[in-house]
């Protein structure tokens, strides 16, 4: 097993693995996860067709593998030998993607859900569009002026609407992207939340399962905070291994074939004391990795 150092941006991708593993792991105890692929297949299932882009889009990603194979094997030859020139014929085939890996059907998935989630609102607006949303907030100083110092309320709120903002562990295709934020530059507050175009969660058991966001973000960001703080202890990932060999899930795949290259025998280094995971971490470490593994 080779050495590969622990370096800041191996560090920052575990912890960014690590972060999606946990949340997924307190999505699914909560059942948010579960409400929000409700909220997903509610909204494609009002546009049918979307399934067969998504069908579309697989066949054609399997179409530009296979034809990325001929353009290198059979008309670069014997140089496909070398990788690197492999790959820069292959940016110049007829799809130009030295932007990176061409889209074929150009379809832009959905990173976030924006929603006002309210269980005081009629039960017929859930899962309803709604548009330029906004509650009343305060301008900062700067942008006050006389008689202007608070932009009102937008004519859609209601008493009780609260923004909601979910980001998916891996993108997804909608019909269509939703767009908002919890700021606004022109607010005093950091709390100045507005809906471009969103959804309306009125339904009362999916409210009462939404609103438990903000303490799961609570949670993760505390999780991943601590990982942080061990990854530091670690000057290799052999070392991070050795004391928690379920790590290996949290280890990005180009560094997993780094470490799979045999290495010259070496005496092996001794783990000081310091350099070593707190037990209450390495247990929520094993029950993240291992319930995820279930999710699979």
């Known amino acids: 097993m080779a050495s590969v150092q622990m370096s800041q941006t191996l560090r920052e991708q575990m912890l960014s693995n690590y972060g999606k593993q946990v949340r997924a792991a307190y999505e699914n105890k909560s059942g948010v996860a579960q409400v929000v692929s409700d909220i997903k297949d509610t909204v494609s299932g009002k546009v049918p067709l979307i399934n067969d882009f998504i069908s579309l889009s697989s066949e054609a990603e399997a179409l530009l593998k ?36 061409p889209n074929i059907l150009s379809l832009n998935p959905s990173h976030k859900i924006y929603a006002v989630i309210n269980d005081q609102r009629p039960i017929e607006e859930n899962l309803e569009h709604i548009f330029d949303w906004n509650p009343k907030y305060e301008y900062s100083d700067y942008y006050k002026t ?40 022109q607010a005093k507050a950091d709390y100045a939340p507005h809906i471009d175009i969103g959804l309306v969660i009125s339904d009362p058991e999916m409210y009462n399962v939404l609103k438990q966001v903000p303490e799961t973000d609570m949670k993760v960001a505390d999780a991943v905070k601590k990982m942080e703080d061990c990854l530091m202890q670690f000057s290799t990932l052999k070392k991070f291994l050795d004391e928690f060999s379920g790590g290996m899930a949290l280890v990005p795949e180009e560094y997993k074939q780094r470490l799979a290259k045999k290495a010259q025998p070496k005496k092996p280094a001794k783990v000081k004391p310091a350099a070593v995971i707190p037990d209450d971490i390495k247990e929520e470490m094993a029950e993240v990795v291992f319930e995820n ?3 699979k």
């Open 66 to 101: 296979d034809f990325k194979y001929q353009v290198i094997q059979n008309i670069v030859g014997d140089k496909s030998n070398d990788l690197a020139k492999s790959e820069a014929f292959w940016k110049r085939s007829m799809f130009d993607s030295w932007g990176g890996k």
């Open 293 to 295: 593994s279930l999710l």
């Open 146 to 185: 006389s008689g202007h110092t608070h932009n009102p309320a937008s004519d859609n709120y209601v008493d009780g609407d609260m923004y909601f903002e979910y980001e998916f562990t891996e993108p997804v295709l909608l019909p269509f992207t939703l767009d908002g934020s919890m700021s606004d530059y």
